[in-house]
């Protein structure tokens, strides 16, 4: 199957999205960003491809109704299996690295290591069920977050001190992500069918049914994973482009993507707001989603994704808490400085003259909205159909003091779109390009798609 | 504006001249104590040089001095130097960099001390800072200082009041003033000869700037332009040096346009026109080469610009006039560029987009320069009603580093010029059909105008 | 028992908050046919634009209270606050009130404004008024009575009356009676700073800005008779003098801050504008009053930031005025990115260093909504030139 693919380096994650030569998105894939460009490139090329496979195999099973509700598990299942193999390379890397440490001759950190790579090996499998709660997908976050649990409750007994374990992991880690290793994404598939199987949610099921599910799931991925997928074309797009593993004629300006891509979703769309982690954008297009304009924000990174971050840091919450704590607010308290430098001060201060914390939050949401719409009114103002894109716009409040000031600016009759998978509306936009590629000239291929062969079948 | 480009072909006559004329410029002002020359500071826009030349009088650019330590990494040790002295990270970055050269020793481009001022000009035209800039100068070299008050131009207009207004203070402030600093009276046949000389090179400077309408464009009328404009901006005004040059630069400008050769860059000759813009606002000197590089690699020409107006807007008509030498003095000083009302500057973008064919303009805004600044967002949208032609805005600073953001500059250069790309033959907004690059049509705009685009 | 000048004091705060204009848009209901005539900071020839019937309307930007949008989408980051919220208010309606605007040469920022506002209200009579910094009766002097004519003229093109020696004489002579009451409120705030906080003086002051001449002299004397019968006790405070060439204005609750942390502001320079001229305007025997009015600003106008300095030296006028009004320091205080104040500070440090004034500085902007740096700051600084005033 002739296919191409757009990617979006972003400054947190970086984005991909498979089309097929009709238009069709086949896939995305996302992976946090990490030092190294190229691997998080491929890393999120290799989740659209698996992504497409799991297209296709769902597609194999579309006659049997029943199908669909084995999928879940097994989406979870084939996670579980990524992770298992992250774990194991986690494994190797950490003794690699003690072996050439000052502590090789550390007997208890050796054991206290290896007993808390066993507990999170085993309080993994709790994650990996549908419906549980996993704040992210990375393996850095999951393996991160169970390990440092384990690693302080081995350290409060009194066995090796934390900091030690925590240094050991976190060397590891940064070696782990930025090592590419191909993905079988049938045997992983079908290591995934055999895992799922014994899932507790399938429980309930007569072991003749397990079987024939085997059979059929097995024979769903041998069809799904026949045919070779080819990309012809790839188009590469993101923040800091200078720096992108791609050949310059296949990198597009992010503007030029995001505006394609939001577009193409919507397809009615004139305006499009971008808030991501570094960079707000406001871009105008036309009736073909070719920009007309665009403004971003200066130097500065004040309100943008980043601005959350730091706030969520000073005050010890998840990024996606704050949303909606601030809905919560009797009232939002002016703030007039969305400046990232000074934001924990002026937090701090606000909270020592006794401002609620979710009053704070809701001025602060409605500062970093107030300088995206003086930014939209920069680049033209917001026209009939308006689109909101990147991170910020997960933000059920920043969401909800949008449409207000919208509403107060521009009139109620704007329409506004907030897509679930907004965050890939640049790879998209990328992907659209390597599609009008294929008509003239295809820009030579990246080094981690000319390079690799995706899969071994 | 007057140090070369290395890399610019060593074998232009003009720019043998040029650096010639500098060279010997300097030499004058480290002898100036000994030899007995008297030294006035001035400014850019606004200067009165054939004044000075005529009274044997040798001028010091401040502005020159702050954009050359710009250009020779020394700004950031300068501009730290007046903070460090009170000066506020707010203000204007010339000043800073002015006042922490001074601070440092007063150092100038070619590495000798320049001489003290034995008079402040303060030819306050277009820049209220300019004001500032002197007083405080006053301060530190406690000499005269001689204010010549430019009025604005609001209506894009010099009334009978404006000019009397000028002309007053330049019979009766300043001309007295330069006269007692150098000991003698102004010989007015000697100033009429200097304007004589002053007309002769902004007839060929203006060739030179129009030259750019040709396509492939044989000048980068930005980057290159500030190379263009040293000679006329700074001491050289109603020089013959000046009239050489000029004269030097236009043949070798034509020659280039017989040839169909494009601008030179840092790199060497730019081998394609892709896109060509129109700029407003000036540009940054701590990275010049850089700043110039992301465009001509991406094959973008600039083919005019507002920054090399600031030092005289030639190209409307002016020209200085020995016939009236006072009152064209003045006129030249109420017609620099920043002296212009926002709507005279959106009028002169608008003619500059249209009559050089441009693709697409862009505003580089300044944080140092609020006399430029302050309205280029308004101008932006302005400009793009008017003419459907694309505007990009980016952000740096004249010569303070840490307002030039490499990364962030050249991804909106980029994607504004993949924007251009993207809307080539599309809507309005379209001023050129697509093109095959690489083909070097001798014809002017012009002609092919009137023979009608294909 | 109650404040005698609590009512007004209050009536001025209102008029102050008054971003709407209601008040102008009352004086215009009153006065079919009248102009009001905004103007940015600092001065402007107010006796002249009253003699032609107008009103002249102060504009001081938007304070702390409103949302900017559309006003921060015209300008950078790097630009004041001023021209934001002043542009908000005008894209609002908030201005509908008025029928032009003058924009006098503050700054590049103010001036450029202008030409903004050219474009941005087409319809709107907008002017730039170019003060002189020639200060030479027949040059700069005769520029500045021909800037004047054509402003007269041109109003009068839009339905203003014809400019009347006799009228603008009775205008200089309200304008004098004022700037007496003005001086007279300064010498008391000097004289008892415990009867008249500087904020109150800042209200009552500020409020004149859109307000016939006439009244708001009306306005002076009722305050002053006012507050003379509060029961008061004095309170030993560090006397400071607050400058920072106001344009933009601090928020109120800044100079309250300011008196808070221990600080009575006894002179301050935030409506320059009203006592821009030292002492009255005086018409000679025969005189043209706009040529007195051209000449009262050539010879009689203060130093700030955005007027030529001359042969004069800078900071020499402050040093007058803190030994004057028996100042124990200086505090300055400029609008972020106000190149003029900046550009003049280490100057005017230097100037109070050499005459051994204390003094310390710090930024602000008119939306500011943190005081707790500052009012530490200005408490550090009045205990220290207590303890400095102790020891010397």
């Known amino acids: 199957m002739r296919c ?220 799904a994973t026949k045919e070779q997928i080819l990309e012809i074309a ?97 009232k939002a308290i002016k703030v007039n400085s969305t400046c990232t430098v000074f934001a924990g001060a002026e937090l701090r201060e606000r909270l020592s003259l006794g401002q609620r914390r979710e009053d704070i939050l809701a001025g602060l949401h409605r500062a970093i909205i107030l300088r995206a719409m003086s930014l939209l009114a920069r680049s033209g103002g917001v026209k009939t159909e308006f689109t909101f894109t990147g991170g910020v716009c997960n933000n059920a409040m920043a969401t909800k003091v949008l449409r207000e000031l919208v509403d107060e600016n521009y009139g109620t009759d704007i329409q506004l779109n907030i897509h679930p998978d907004s965050i890939y509306m640049g790879a998209l936009g990328a992907g659209l390009f390597a599609l009008d590629a294929l008509a003239g000239d295809i820009p030579p291929l990246p080094a981690f798609v000319r390079d690799t062969r995706m899969e071994a079948t | ?235 050289f005004r109603g020089s013959e040096d000046a009239v050489t040059y000029y004269r030097e630069l236009r043949e070798e400008v034509e020659q280039r346009v017989r040839e169909g050769r494009g601008p030179m860059t840092p790199d060497g000759e730019q081998k394609q026109e892709k896109y060509r813009l129109v700029v407003e606002g000036p540009p940054n000197w701590t990275s010049f080469h850089d700043f110039w590089r992301m465009f001509s690699k991406e094959g973008a020409t600039v083919v005019s610009s507002t920054y090399t107006r600031v030092g005289g807007l030639y190209d409307t008509g002016f020209r200085h006039d020995y016939r009236r030498p006072i009152d064209s003095l003045a006129d030249y000083c109420l017609g620099c560029y920043t002296n212009l009302g926002l709507p005279t500057r959106l009028d002169l973008l608008e003619r500059y987009i249209k009559d050089y064919q441009a693709d697409g303009f862009l505003v580089n805004s300044v944080k140092s320069c609020n006399s430029f600044s302050v309205g280029q967002l308004l101008m932006l949208r302005k400009l793009e009603e008017r003419t459907g032609v694309p505007g990009g805005f980016i952000e740096s600073d004249l010569v303070d580093p840490r307002y030039f953001g490499k990364a962030n500059i050249e991804n909106r250069i980029q994607s504004f010029l993949q924007v251009l790309e993207a809307r080539r033959g599309k809507g309005p907004g379209d001023p050129l059909p697509k093109r095959s690059e690489g083909k070097r049509a001798l014809t002017l705009i012009d002609d092919q105008k009137a023979g009608g685009l294909p | 028992m109650t404040d005698p000048a609590f009512a007004l004091v209050e009536r001025a705060h209102s008029i102050v908050d008054d971003r709407k204009l209601s008040t102008v848009a009352h004086w215009k209901d009153n006065h079919l046919g009248g102009l009001a005539i905004g103007h940015m900071p600092i001065y402007v020839p107010r006796p002249l634009i009253e003699a032609i019937g107008c009103l002249p309307v102060a504009l001081f930007g938007g304070g702390d209270a409103i949302d900017i949008i559309r006003g921060d989408s015209y300008f950078q980051s790097y630009i004041c606050h001023i021209p934001r919220s002043t542009v908000e208010l005008a894209l609002s309606g908030d201005f509908d009130a008025l029928d032009g605007v003058l924009f006098p040469s503050i700054c590049d920022v103010i001036r450029n404004l202008g030409g903004m506002w050219r474009m941005l209200f087409p319809k709107a009579y907008t002017a730039y008024v170019d003060l002189p910094q020639n200060f030479d009766r027949d040059i700069g002097g005769k520029f500045y009575v021909l800037e004047m004519r054509r402003i007269a003229r041109e109003l009068q093109e839009r339905g203003a009356q014809p400019l009347d020696p006799d009228a603008l004489r009775e205008c200089i002579a309200l304008e004098n009676e004022r700037r007496a009451v003005i001086a007279e409120l300064d010498a008391l705030r000097r004289a008892e700073p415990w009867r008249v906080k500087a904020s109150e003086a800042y209200l009552i002051v500020r409020a004149g800005g859109a307000m016939e001449t006439k009244s708001h002299t009306l306005l002076l004397r009722e305050f002053i008779t006012a507050v003379q019968q509060r029961t008061v006790r004095p309170i030993d405070n560090v006397r400071v003098v607050l400058v920072g060439s106001f344009c933009e204005q601090p928020p109120f609750a800044l100079i309250r801050a300011l008196e808070k942390s221990g600080c009575d502001i006894v002179d301050d320079d935030f ?71 900046l550009l003049d500070q280490p100057m005017i440090e230097a100037a109070l260093t050499k005459a051994s004034v204390p003094h310390t500085s710090f930024k602000f902007a008119e939306n500011l909504g943190q005081f707790s740096v500052i009012r530490e700051q200005a408490g550090a600084f009045s205990d220290a030139v207590k303890l400095w005033g102790a020891a010397s």
């Open chain 1, 4 to 223: 191409v693919l757009g990617i979006d380096l972003g400054s947190t994650t970086t984005k991909a999205v498979m089309i097929d030569e009709s238009g069709r998105m086949l896939g995305k894939g996302i992976t946090n960003s990490r030092s190294n460009y190229e691997v998080a490139c491929a890393v999120a090329r290799i989740e659209a491809h698996t992504a497409a496979r799991f297209d296709m195999l769902e597609r194999a099973l579309s006659y049997d109704p029943s199908a669909k509700a084995w999928l879940v598990p097994l989406r979870e299942a084939f996670r579980f299996e990524l992770f298992l193999d992250d774990l194991v390379d986690l494994r190797a890397t950490i003794a690699t690295n003690l072996e050439g440490s000052p502590y090789a001759d550390n007997k208890a950190l050796a054991r206290a290591v290896t007993s808390v790579l066993d507990s999170v090996q085993e309080n993994a499998a709790d994650l990996f069920v549908a419906g549980a709660p996993r704040r992210s997908d990375f393996f850095r976050d999951i393996a991160g977050a169970l390990f440092v649990a384990e690693a302080e409750s081995l350290a409060r007994v009194g066995v090796v001190p934390f900091e030690s374990l925590v240094g050991l992991y976190d060397r590891a880690i940064l070696e782990v992500e930025t090592r590419l290793r191909p993905r079988d994404t049938k045997s992983l598939l079908l290591r995934a069918v055999a895992r799922s199987v014994k899932m507790p949610e399938l429980d309930g099921t007569s072991a003749q049914q397990h079987q024939r599910m085997v059979q059929m799931l097995e024979h769903a991925v041998c069809e």
């Open chain 1, 234 to 330: 790839v188009v590469g797009t993101g923040y800091g482009r200078q720096t992108l593993p791609f050949p310059k004629e296949a990198v597009r300006s992010e503007i030029l993507c995001h505006g394609r891509g939001a577009h193409r979703v919507f397809p009615g769309t004139r305006t499009v707001l971008d808030i991501g982690g570094q960079d707000t954008k406001a871009i105008q297009v036309d009736d073909h989603g070719v920009v007309t304009s665009f403004q971003m924000n200066d130097r500065c990174a004040a309100g943008c994704g980043r601005y959350l971050g730091y706030i969520a840091d000073e005050l010890g919450l998840g990024l996606h808490e704050l949303g909606p704590l601030a809905l919560s607010a009797k």
């Open chain 2, 1 to 235: 504006m007057s140090e070369q480009v290395d890399s610019h072909d060593q074998k232009d006559k003009s720019q043998q001249t040029q650096k010639r004329m500098i060279g010997e410029h300097f030499d004058k002002l480290a002898r100036a104590k000994e030899d007995g020359k008297k030294v006035v500071y001035t400014f850019v826009p606004g200067n009165v040089t054939e004044l000075l030349g005529a009274l044997d009088l040798l001028p010091v650019l401040p502005e020159i001095n702050a954009l050359q330590s710009g250009m020779r990494k020394r700004s950031a040790g300068y501009i730290a130097e007046a903070e460090k002295a009170g000066h506020s990270e707010d203000v204007c970055t010339y000043v800073k960099c002015d006042v922490g050269m001074q601070k440092s020793g007063n150092i100038g481009p070619t590495g000798t001390k320049l001489p003290d001022p034995d008079l402040l000009l303060l030819s306050y035209t277009g820049c209220f800072t300019f004001m500032k800039w002197f007083e405080i100068l006053k301060q530190e070299y406690n000499c005269p200082v001689v204010m010549l008050h430019v009025p604005y131009q609001t209506e894009g207009n010099i009334t009978p009041e404006m000019r009397d207004y000028v002309t007053s203070q330049l019979e009766r402030n300043v001309i007295p003033a330069l006269e007692k600093v150098a000991g003698k009276k102004l010989d007015r046949d000697a100033l009429a000869h200097r304007m004589q000389l002053s007309a002769k090179a902004e007839e060929d400077l203006v060739a030179v700037w129009e030259s750019a309408k040709h396509r492939p464009s044989p000048i980068d009328g930005y980057f290159g332009g500030v190379y263009y404009v040293g000679p006329i901006f700074s001491s």
């Open chain 3, 271 to 341: 409506q320059l504008g009203m006592r821009m001229i030292d002492g009255p305007i005086e018409i000679a025997e025969g005189e043209d009053p706009l040529d007195a009015l051209a000449r009262a600003y050539l010879d009689k106008g203060q130093e700030t930031a955005s007027r030529y300095i001359g042969d004069l030296i800078k900071g020499a006028s402050l040093v007058r005025r803190v030994k004057e009004c028996n100042a124990d320091g200086v505090i300055f205080a400029a609008a972020s990115f106000c190149d003029p104040a």
